[in-house]
């Protein structure tokens, strides 16, 4: 699986992200200009901006047809490759696979008490409190609570406490750093991703 990422959302100009509208389908570009903030339709245009690229660089693929399925996750026309789109305030991630996938971007949070009882395991919860950084701690569960449901197609709508972290076996890659973490996974199993940073010019070219 391969992770894409934009981010720097911040120093997209007004102008930029016209051009950045002007390279998406009609529906991703109605769907980018609700959002009241730059930022947020500036990460929405990117999120299939960084699709298009992945496809284009290294799968070959310089056309596409985005479907949506019957639990409203998107995919692929043909169902050779897949993707998974996610964004926070901080940045962007596309992630493509040969089988179905989750990706989950999160920036800084902070830690309520009836959030974590909400979404957390009993065991999720030891390992929070046990943390020196239970927020970021937290933030990275959520993250792959994230990816692995996206990947199943159930999304954060179920139980998530079924979605343990801490089980045995849990497939889900993560990483954190001091802007965001980032998890993702796929069906083939548990492995390190390969991650690409990928600039406004590239993605605009």
Same mark, same amino acid.
């Given at each position: &699986?391969?992770?894409?990422?934009?981010?720097?959302?911040?120093?997209?100009?007004?102008e930029?992200?016209?051009?950045m #509208?002007?390279?998406?389908? +009609?529906?991703?570009?109605?769907?980018?200009?609700r959002?009241?903030? $730059?930022?947020?339709?500036? #990460?929405?245009?990117?999120?299939?901006?960084? #699709?298009?690229?992945?496809?284009?660089? /290294?799968?070959?693929?310089?056309? %596409?047809?985005?479907? *949506?399925? /019957?639990?409203?996750?998107?995919?692929?026309?043909?169902?050779?490759?897949f993707?998974?789109?996610? !964004?926070?305030?901080?940045?962007?991630?596309?992630? *493509?696979?040969?089988?179905?996938?989750?990706?989950?971007?999160?920036?800084?949070?902070? $830690?309520?008490?009836?959030?974590?009882?909400?979404?957390?395991? +009993?065991?999720?919860?030891?390992?929070?409190?046990?943390?020196?950084?239970?927020?970021?701690? %937290?933030?990275? *569960?959520?993250?792959?609570?994230?990816?692995?449901?996206? &990947? $199943?197609?159930?999304?954060?709508?179920? /139980? =998530?406490?079924?979605?343990?972290?801490?089980?045995?076996? %849990?497939?889900?890659? !993560?990483k954190?750093?001091?802007?965001?973490?980032?998890?993702?996974?796929? =069906?083939?199993?548990?492995?390190?991703?390969?991650?690409?940073?990928?600039? $406004?010019? +590239? &993605?605009?070219?």
């Amino acid at each position: &699986m391969h992770i894409y990422i934009f981010d720097k959302p911040e120093l997209v100009t007004d102008e930029e992200y016209k051009k950045m #509208l002007a390279l998406l389908p +009609e529906e991703r570009r109605q769907k980018a200009q609700r959002y009241r903030n $730059l930022s947020d339709g500036v #990460l929405c245009a990117a999120c299939y901006l960084l #699709l298009s690229f992945g496809l284009r660089t /290294d799968y070959g693929i310089d056309s %596409f047809e985005l479907l *949506i399925g /019957d639990n409203g996750k998107p995919y692929l026309a043909g169902g050779e490759v897949f993707f998974s789109f996610s !964004h926070c305030k901080n940045g962007c991630a596309c992630l *493509i696979s040969y089988s179905e996938a989750g990706v989950d971007i999160q920036h800084p949070v902070r $830690l309520r008490e009836s959030v974590l009882k909400r979404v957390c395991s +009993e065991s999720e919860r030891a390992l929070i409190a046990a943390s020196d950084d239970s927020e970021l701690t %937290f933030r990275g *569960i959520w993250c792959q609570k994230e990816a692995y449901l996206k &990947m $199943l197609g159930v999304g954060i709508a179920t /139980d =998530m406490k079924k979605a343990d972290t801490t089980a045995k076996g %849990f497939p889900v890659w !993560h990483k954190d750093s001091e802007r965001y973490s980032l998890a993702a996974c796929d =069906m083939a199993g548990k492995s390190e991703p390969k991650i690409s940073f990928v600039g $406004l010019g +590239e &993605m605009i070219m």
